[in-house]
T-cell receptor
Framework: DVKVTQSSRYLVKRTGEKVFLECVQDMDHENMFWYRQDPGLGLRLIYFSYDVKMKEKGDIPEGYSVSREKKERFSLILESASTNQTSMYLC???????????FGSGTRLTVV | KNEVEQSPQNLTAQEGEFITINCSYSVGISALHWLQQHPGGGIVSLFMLSSGKKKHGRLIATINIQEKHSSLHITASHPRDSAVYICAVRAGSYQLTFGKGTKLSVIP
């Protein structure tokens, strides 16, 4: 069964900490995405990557960075976590043809 | 930028009822997705449409490109269909634009 795996389901971090959210896919997909989901706002794109070492900003990149050193892994980094980054984070991947998306189970991050 | 509107926001149905969820968008698209999110967070892709109609089990999705409108139908609804259903559109780039979702509760 094809999968997008996010390393943690629940995470609690302190303000100012550096936070790494990891995402791994086993489908050999070129495209990978990081979204955050907040009540009343829906899903919003933070960053996406269309190839190894390639990345583009989405709608809300401020306060975040990403890393894609290998095709199967896409990491989201919060350089200095803040309480307004408390959210559900979802990773997704798709083929280059964009003919389907597979989502991870999500990481619920709480910053205290 | 594409605006995606879903209706209704919340829907409560009795088991066995026929359910319709609607999605409208403002700009021409290359594809529309229907997604399902159960409590706990994980999202499952149900359909991808660029024209016409698709069916999978009790779920049917239709799209009218001229009217910029799509519907998701569930026949013979069941409590396990309770979830948030999300419409998302792609207008030629990598990026999906998401609706805010429709929360469906099916009561036994």
């Amino acid at each position: 069964d094809v999968k997008v795996t996010q390393s943690s389901r629940y995470l609690v971090k302190r303000t100012g900490e550096k936070v790494f959210l990891e995402c791994v896919q086993d489908m050999d997909h070129e495209n990978m995405f990081w979204y955050r989901q907040d009540p009343g706002l829906g899903l919003r794109l933070i960053y996406f990557s269309y190839d190894v070492k390639m990345k583009e900003k989405g709608d809300i990149p401020e306060g975040y960075s990403v890393s894609r050193e290998k095709k199967e892994r896409f990491s989201l980094i919060l350089e200095s976590a803040s309480t307004n980054q408390t959210s559900m984070y979802l990773c997704a991947s798709s083929s280059r043809a964009l003919d389907g998306y597979t989502f991870g189970s999500g990481t619920r991050l709480t910053v205290v | 930028k594409n605006e995606v509107e879903q209706s209704p926001q919340n829907l409560t149905a009795q088991e066995g009822e026929f359910i319709t969820i609607n999605c409208s968008y403002s700009v021409g698209i290359s594809a529309l997705h229907w997604l399902q999110q159960h409590p706990g967070g994980g999202i499952v892709s149900l359909f991808m449409l660029s024209s016409g109609k698709k069916k999978h089990g009790r779920l049917i999705a239709t799209i009218n490109i001229q009217e910029k409108h799509s519907s998701l139908h569930i026949t013979a609804s069941h409590p396990r269909d309770s979830a948030v259903y999300i419409c998302a559109v792609r207008a030629g780039s990598y990026q999906l634009t998401f609706g805010k979702g429709t929360k469906l509760s099916v009561i036994p």
